[in-house]
């Protein structure tokens, strides 16, 4: 079965730029995570929807980063005026919920965003 | 505040002898800890959680222990095969129970280089 695809694997953008990274959870997985993970860091929580509901967005590190998922399943991060320190790899997770075993969160490959 | 420190930022060890890598937290309300896997340029990949009410949680090549008066973990890998050269990420999930998953917070990861 498919994983988690994330587009593009890799994105330029000149600063100020705006971008929209995209996230395609694998089939039936209620829960979608985004985290960033800059280099030589362990990824960092940015926000969280089950279904199309986002939950918990106390991660995103400025209003320029707005994240939506609309109808429960592909879901788009996108960065307004993007600046250099906003360079990282955008990393995206998705898990089932229910049953008595853990759920743990299966990853994309991530997109690696360069600001120059 | 890091709340899931991993203090050792690489470990090389012989093929057929056990790697350890150890993990520090200071949140007590973690439901659960996970150990992820990451070759570069591929997303992080699920090796092993345990709950934060066991001690010992045991797959197959893979034992992560978990020590709370200490607040600390390990995950040993018996035998090191030269496969399993990666980065290795310790996280804290704190809404596990009860099937659930959420935010993870991750440490800065330990590069385990097993020598053939």
């Known amino acids: 079965g498919a994983g988690v695809s994330q587009s593009p694997r890799y994105k330029v953008a000149k600063r100020g730029q705006d971008v929209a990274l995209r996230c395609d959870p694998i089939?039936?997985?209620?829960?979608l995570f985004w985290y960033q993970q800059a280099l030589g860091q362990g990824p960092e929580f940015l926000t969280y929807?089950?279904?199309?509901?986002?939950?918990?967005k106390s991660g995103l590190p400025s209003d320029r980063f707005f994240a939506e998922r609309p109808e429960g399943s592909v879901s788009t991060l996108k960065i307004q005026r993007t600046q250099q320190e906003d360079s990282a790899v955008y990393l995206c997770?998705?898990?089932?919920?229910?049953?008595?075993?853990?759920?743990?969160?299966?990853f994309g490959p991530g997109t690696r965003l360069t600001v120059l | 505040d890091q709340q899931v420190k991993q203090n050792s930022p690489s470990l090389s060890v012989q093929e057929g002898r056990i790697s350890i890598l150890n993990c520090d937290y200071t949140?007590?309300?973690?439901?659960?800890f996970l150990w992820y896997k990451k070759y570069p340029a591929e997303g992080p990949t699920f090796l092993i959680s345990?709950?934060?009410?066991?001690d010992k949680n045991e797959d197959g090549r893979f034992t992560v222990f978990l020590n709370k008066s200490a607040k600390h973990l390990s995950l040993h890998i018996v035998p090191s095969q030269p496969g399993d050269s990666a980065v290795y990420f310790c996280?804290?999930?704190?809404?596990?129970?009860?099937?659930?998953?959420?935010?993870?917070?991750f440490g800065t990861g330990t590069l385990l280089a097993v020598q053939p």
């Open positions: 089939s039936g997985h209620v829960s």
């Open positions: 929807f089950q279904n199309e509901a986002q939950l918990d």
């Open positions: 996280a804290g999930d704190l809404g596990g129970f009860g099937g659930a998953t959420n935010k993870l917070i």
């Open positions: 997770a998705s898990t089932k919920r229910g049953g008595l075993a853990y759920n743990e969160q299966f």
């Open positions: 949140n007590s309300m973690f439901d659960y």
């Open positions: 345990i709950s934060s009410i066991k």
